[in-house]
């Protein structure tokens, strides 16, 4: 199909239908992303539940990270041979699928199996609705439509912390795997009523399984690494074996997408320039979004002693404003040169990322909230302009690949930015432990006023005097954990602000390879 038929086929389409068609996949695509928020704040719970510790229940989240990672190059393939409303719903039926299997599963590994399953829909799904809702806008319109589409994918990473809390505590864990159901049933019900049907006409093409094993393989490895590098040590055999495996299986999938009749990664997306720029930029913005989801509900259970759900809600705020504004921002996205959007956006997002940088144990939650919200409503100007731009550097023929490719770029830079993040975080908490611990001599004066404090407020609870200078010196340790997590939490957010800052090079390519789009009626 060439650009000028595209375009034509998009304006023939009834306002109603188009609208009907991004209700229908919006439904499906806010399903899948609230799903992968909403177990986190369970994971203490299924530990106490099989006996786990946090090592093996983290699973519970990055197994469906990962599998979605990996299946976001899958969209293409799955629309050719079965076409857009087959694929649609055969993913939607495994995810319902998955979904029971974690709520009825008697051990951890089937839950965790179940959540594979899922990862694997979510990762199908996401860029099949994007392309669905881009085809059927016209494209004076399709920044709008991204800012719709990104609209809901941010609300349900927002709410999927506090829906997940909300359940736990009214009706138990499992119960947070029959919450997405009733959604896939209703985007079930409307895509057999809206979406298009068919199957895209030519040879149906083979299933590239060297590749995506090769996928697998490497993603697998390298999360694990970088998981468990700080645990059993960055020089052992077993850190740099996975480490190894892993880098040889990422060169071997790329080396395999260069053959004749690779189906997963087209690698020649990347010689337009509009497109490799902006698939760095989501990279970054990928490493952004997830991080910030995950460091600011986990720093207030473990640095502001807030319980989960009110951990949850910290970041609510910040979705809802990010909620209003995605129309606004997707509508100038249509206005203006993707450039400026993009480059405020991530200088938004830096400043929000720094604010929480300062942010310590008398950082009230109204505090934590509004600094939130700035990172947020700088993701706001950068999202619409960004899809945009990178689905309109492609071909018409390739925007299943395109679309495929931008999101696997974007989660691949989530599922990698919160691993680094919890290595950092493990890293420099040791660090600032050891480098505090070093100044808790019997030379500290602060050291010693803290000490004889604590045993004279021990004394006067009637606490014998041959246990005060044990739970003093217990008490110290646990103020100098917690301020150790602050200081890394505080090293992490820094971290995050130089790579959004770094992010703002390929902003500038990208504006140099964008000309601004033609303005709508």
Known sequence: MTSASAEREAGAVSATYRWLVTITGMTAAFTMVLSGTIVNVAVPNVMGAFGVGQDEAQFLATAYIATMTASQLLNAWFVAVFGQRLAFFLVLILFAAGGLLCAYSPTLDFIIFGRIMQGFSAGIVQPLVMVTIFQVFPSHRRGTAMGIYSMGLVLALGLGPVVGGLTTDAFGWRYIFFVPLPFVAAALLLGALFLPGGRPGGVRPAFDWTGYALLCTAIYCLMTAIANGQRDGWGSDSILMLFTVGIISAAGFLHSQRRAGA???DLSLFGYAGFASA?????VYGVGNFSITYAVPVFGQLVQGYTPTVAGFLLLPA????????????RLSD???PVY???GGLILFTAGTLLLAGADINTVFWSMSLFAVVGRIGMGFITPPLMSCALSAVPPDRLHYASGTINFTRQLGGA?????????????THFHLDAMTATQSADNAATRELLQQTSRLLAEEGVPATLREALALDHLARMLEAQAETLAFQDGFRMLALVFIAALIPAWKLGRTSSKPPPGP
Do not use: K
């Not at 990698?416 to 420099?428: P, S, Y």
């Open 319 to 330: 979705s809802l404003v990010l909620v209003a504004l995605f129309p606004l921002t997707g």
């Open 416 to 428: 990698f930015g919160i691993n680094i993040l919890v290595a950092l975080l493990e890293v420099r």
């Open 335 to 337: 206005r203006v040169a």
């Open 279 to 283: 698939a760095l930029v989501a990279f």
């Open 263 to 265: 189906a997963l990664l």
């Open 341 to 343: 959007p993009i480059a």
